[in-house]
T-cell receptor
Framework: KAGVTQTPRYLIKTRGQQVTLSCSPI?????VSWYQQTPGQGLQFLFE???????NKGNFPGRFSGRQFSNSRSEMNVSTLELGDSALYLC????????????FGPGTRLTVL | KQEVTQIPAALSVPEGENLVLNCSFT??????LQWFRQDPGKGLTSLLL?????REQTSGRLNASLDKSSGRSTLYIAASQPGDSATYLC??????????????FGTGTRLLVSP
């Protein structure tokens, strides 16, 4: 069974630009969550999508948005990039019900210059 | 507000030692607790998931315990190996919302096992 995949693995952008990250969950999983990891703040929850609907949301500005498609693949978009958005962005996949064990992808390393 | 703390922040041991990593949480009304490992610059690997009704879970050389009443979980690693070197994170779902998907992570314990 294939694991969680994220593309691209690395991105370099400049301030003011926007970026889209992609996550493909484990086959059969309907929930995709996104996390931001930085050395200063650790792992912070961004949002979760379940069956194409945003079900949970963290405390991030509106520049961070996401969506989920009918095949459960999810995208995350960050607009008007700031230097502080440089981070490892991780997505997690789970069934969304039951024991809710979450499985993480390898992450996308975003660097904003 | 749920806060998760991990002690120690870093640990260095020689190969073969048994060791214990600690995780504390402030709100005992948790649905489950999950332990992960993270290699430098990589994603998280799920190690063990303990449901709130369980006291222990075992996988190979790993054993995790959960004591909800005291707000603590421990991860026991037997006969440590250099390949165990990584950062270990515990996480609990935040109450509220739906589906218990919003995880709150501890700050992690960075483990180094020397040959």
């Amino acid at each position: 069974k294939a694991g969680v995949t994220q593309t691209p693995r690395y991105l370099i952008k400049t301030r003011g630009q926007q970026v889209t990250l992609s996550c493909s969950p484990i086959s059969g999983h309907r929930s995709v969550s996104w996390y931001q990891q930085t050395p200063g703040q650790g792992l912070q929850f961004l949002f979760e999508y379940f069956s194409e609907t945003q079900r949970n949301k963290g405390n991030f500005p509106g520049r961070f948005s996401g969506r989920q498609f009918s095949n459960s693949r999810s995208e995350m978009n960050v607009s008007t990039l700031e230097l502080g958005d440089s981070a490892l962005y991780l997505c997690a996949s789970s069934a969304g019900t039951g024991d809710n064990e979450q499985f993480f992808g390898p992450g996308t390393r975003l660097t904003v210059l | 507000k749920q806060e998760v703390t991990q002690i120690p922040a870093a640990l260095s041991v020689p190969e073969g030692e048994n060791l214990v990593l600690n995780c504390s949480f402030t709100d005992s009304a948790i649905y489950n607790l999950q332990w992960f490992r993270q290699d430098p610059g990589k994603g998280l690997t799920s190690l063990l998931l303990i449901q709130s009704s369980q006291r222990e879970q075992t996988s190979g050389r790993l054993n995790a315990s959960l004591d909800k009443s005291s707000g603590r979980s421990t991860l026991y690693i037997a006969a440590s190996q250099p390949g165990d070197s990584a950062t270990y994170l515990c996480a609990v779902p935040l109450p509220g919302g739906t589906g218990f998907q919003k995880l709150v992570f501890g700050t992690g314990t960075r483990l180094l096992v020397s040959p």
